[in-house]
């Protein structure tokens, strides 16, 4: 069964660009140009991924990111965010309402379906019941099973994609990963793709963490490692 994607875009030059080779990927797609055509579409949520303009005629991409998130239905369609506007806030923005990925136009179509697969193979993939249900770092406790972060016993709210690097980085204390590890690992990228997608994120993750964002250590040149030990 092929993955069905929708193209939220209103230029139409660069929406039937898009369906156009989506379709050669074998991907089935639907296209609108408006927040009030794309819920009319999404009121069917049975789309694999979407593709979301920011600068919309009848309002803000984001205003619709957050509403997709916010429902029950659709709230685990992966999305990709797609702007000419390089804002560091947008996309901080963006990631904090549930993103999956940011796009800066102009960009390579083929990189785009590069990521839009990379997303879709990471989503597919079946969840093993973990072995270790918690995972704690001094102040710091994960319990791996229901996505929750303490610290202090107080809880900080990440999104997925934020407490599966932070679990990433933890699970690996000690050791150095590079940009192109946490890609992998995290985002499921190939090294052909190339993005700040993981500055952006251990940005706002180190910001959640507050006190413990200190042991998110850059290594510079390198990559990421959190520390061996909270001393």
Sequence with gaps: MSHKVLVIEDEPDIRKTLEYNLLREGFEVSGCGS????????????????????????GSGLDLCKEIKSDTATKDIPIVILTAKDDEVDKVVGFELGADDYVTKPFSVRELILRVKAILKRNSKTLLTPIEVNRNFGSLKMDIESHEVFIDDKEVILTALEFKLLNQLVERRGRVQTRDQLLSDVWGYSA??????????????REKLGTMGKYVQTIRGVGYKFSRTPE
């Design 35 to 58: 927040i009030k055509e794309a819920k009319k579409l999404i009121e069917d949520p049975k789309f694999s991924i979407i593709l979301l303009d920011l600068m919309l005629p009848d």
């Design 192 to 205: 052909d793709v190339t993005t700040r997608t993981v500055d952006t994120h251990i940005k706002r993750l």
